[in-house]
Structure formats: C-alpha cells, structure tokens
C-alpha cells in the first residue's frame, strides 16, 4: 500500500476536519500553465526524479497525494506540484536531483482544513469544492491562507469515480492575518 502523508485530526466537523501536518520534505517543481498540462508536465519530472534518483542512488518509495498547490495570486497559471517523501526523510539523506527544475524542500508542521471528495479532480470541480470548504471554514470563523492544495491520492488511469481527493488549506498564522 502507498503511505500516505501523516497527520493528526485535531477536529471533526460536519464537512470537514481541521488536521496537523507533521513536518515533510518534498520533490516540486513549479509549472506556469493550465492546471492540467502543469499537473501532467510536472507528473512526468517527478516521478523520473524518484524512480532513478541519480545515478548512484536507488529509487525513492511513492507516496500520496501527489499534491498541486495555487497561491490565487493574479496569476492563477502558476502551480507547485509536490510529491511527499516518504516519512523520516531529511534532504540531505536524499539524492540530489538531476532535473534542474526539481528541487527539495522541508515544509514546516503546518495546521490545515481538509475536505475530500470522490471522482476526477478536475479544475472547475476543484474550485468548487475549494469555495466549499473556505465557506465551511469561515462559518467555524477559521482564517485560511491563500494557498489552497488540491491532493489526489489515485492514478490517473483509475476510473473518475473511483478517484479520492482532498482539498487542503492551511491555516493562516498571525504574520499572514496581518497582511
């Protein structure tokens, strides 16, 4: 079975939950395109990158979701498509990646709101969803990022309506509420 990224609930509500991310590194690459064509370029560097690693190195075991996060700056083409490392990966344990367009980061313990939903995670259904959750959350008065991450769990060649997903926004912390 494919791990998954590890986090706590914190809180279960009618429509979604509010979670702790434990601290992770990640694979990325940023892409500026449809989220369609990003989401797929990105894909193809990513999964080169742990399948060979480098040339000394071994691959790196897949891990879900395979998660493609938007700023909502002016620019909505700008995308940052991530694959999670496997829990207890530190950067420098992990082999250099030879894609210039790829890089390593540690992302911070983070708390988030998480809803999930089943079928295909297309854009206009995952902008719906997203407004979804912001609207849940503001009624639970949670300040929210700009960020939001649209996580899919499955392979592109699983049936649409077999597929889970989850929409994922972080919290805002006080230096982002000031702005």
Request: aromatic fraction near 8%; charged fraction near 25%; charge should be neutral.
């Amino acid at each position: 079975m494919t791990e998954r990224q590890h986090f706590e609930v914190l809180q279960r509500l009618e429509h979604f939950e509010v979670r702790r991310y434990e601290s992770c590194v990640v694979a990325e690459i940023d892409m500026s395109d449809d989220y369609g064509s990003a989401t797929q370029g990105a894909f193809q560097h990513l999964f080169s990158y742990i399948s060979r690693g480098n040339k000394t190195s071994t691959s790196i075991a897949m891990t879900a979701p395979v998660i493609a996060a938007n700023q909502h700056t002016s620019d909505s083409q700008n995308w940052r498509i991530s694959f999670v490392m496997p829990r207890g990966s530190s950067i420098k344990d992990l082999p250099n990646p030879n894609d210039s367009q790829v890089h390593l980061r540690e992302l911070p313990a983070q708390d988030c709101v998480a809803m999930s939903f089943k079928g295909r995670a297309t854009k206009p259904i995952s902008e719906k969803k997203e407004a979804e959750l912001r609207g849940y959350s503001q009624k639970e008065n949670l300040v929210l990022s700009s960020e939001t991450r649209i996580c899919r769990f499955d392979p592109p060649f699983k049936p649409g309506f077999l597929q889970y997903n989850e929409i994922v926004i972080p919290i805002a912390d006080r230096s982002d509420r000031a702005s």
